[in-house]
């Protein structure tokens, strides 16, 4: 099993701070406090009634694609517009939380909290797979940036390998994680690159949390 990892309450508040574009596209929507992601509620994951095998056809189906704009021009070119597209084709919206001053990636991090979602436990195909400091969105050189990136997952293999698609800067991509693992090439993939002073990192090292398909889908999939 992978080993938990625990974020202190300042690395929280600066995901939800920060803005951007790209996977970080800012939403001016309803304003929220900060002060509720103190808690981070690391529960079980329930068994639902989603179907993730269409999850992850579907995402499937865009791997290879060199832009989104071919399957999906109305959403964002970008790491949020793939996991919007797998999600909706399941009618599944992810920012519905969404607070003023979120990125992309913090709006579904923000509802994958108030709905108890996140996780560090292998996850399932179709949960989401959140990332940290992937590039320098703020450009001040420093690794300060919170949540930048996400993905959707599509297998976990026996070793506890996770592959998941992401839309990276060559196209919609498969991706590869392990949380026993985190600094083995063999089984993590480069996620940020070696630039002004700074190593390149693997997705081990950039894990932020998984967030529970099932639990996301919530009354949605109820009706």
Same mark, same amino acid.
């Given at each position: 099993m992978p080993r938990a990892r625990t974020f202190s309450v300042r690395l929280l508040l *600066? /995901?939800? @701070?920060? $803005?951007?574009? &790209?996977?970080? $596209?800012?939403?001016? %929507?309803?304003? *929220?406090? +900060?002060?509720?992601? @103190? =808690?981070?509620?690391?529960?079980?994951?329930?068994?639902g +009634?989603?179907?993730?095998?269409? %999850?992850?056809?579907?995402?499937n189906s865009l791997v290879g694609l060199s832009t989104l704009k071919l399957a999906v021009p109305n959403l964002p070119d970008d790491c949020t517009g793939l996991v919007?597209?797998?999600?909706?084709?399941?009618?599944?919206?992810? %920012? *519905?939380? +969404? +607070?003023? &001053?979120d990125n992309g990636v913090t /709006?579904?991090?923000?509802? /994958?909290?108030?709905?108890?979602?996140?996780?560090?436990?292998?996850?399932?195909?179709?949960d989401l797979v959140f990332f940290l400091e992937t590039y320098d969105r703020n450009r001040d050189g420093k690794h =300060?940036?919170?949540?930048?990136? @996400? &993905?959707v997952v599509l297998a976990v293999d026996a070793e506890g390998t996770v592959t998941f698609a992401h839309r990276v800067g060559g196209g919609v991509k498969r991706g590869h994680l392990n949380l026993n693992e985190p600094l083995d090439r063999k089984h993590n993939d480069y996620l940020r690159p070696a630039r002004k002073g700074h190593k390149a990192q693997l997705t081990g090292e950039l894990f932020a949390a998984f967030a529970s398909a099932s639990r996301l889908a919530g009354a949605a999939m109820r009706h």
């Open positions: *600066s /995901a939800v @701070v920060f $803005t951007a574009t &790209g996977c970080a $596209t800012t939403l001016p %929507l309803h304003p *929220s406090e +900060a002060s509720d992601w @103190v =808690n981070w509620p690391l529960t079980p994951r329930p068994e +009634a989603l179907s993730e095998s269409r %999850l992850v056809k579907k995402a919007r597209a797998v999600y909706e084709d399941s009618g599944i919206e992810l %920012l *519905s939380a +969404a +607070a003023r &001053g /709006a579904m991090y923000r509802l /994958a909290f108030e709905r108890s979602a996140l996780h560090t436990q292998l996850p399932s195909p179709g =300060n940036d919170g949540l930048t990136h @996400v &993905g």
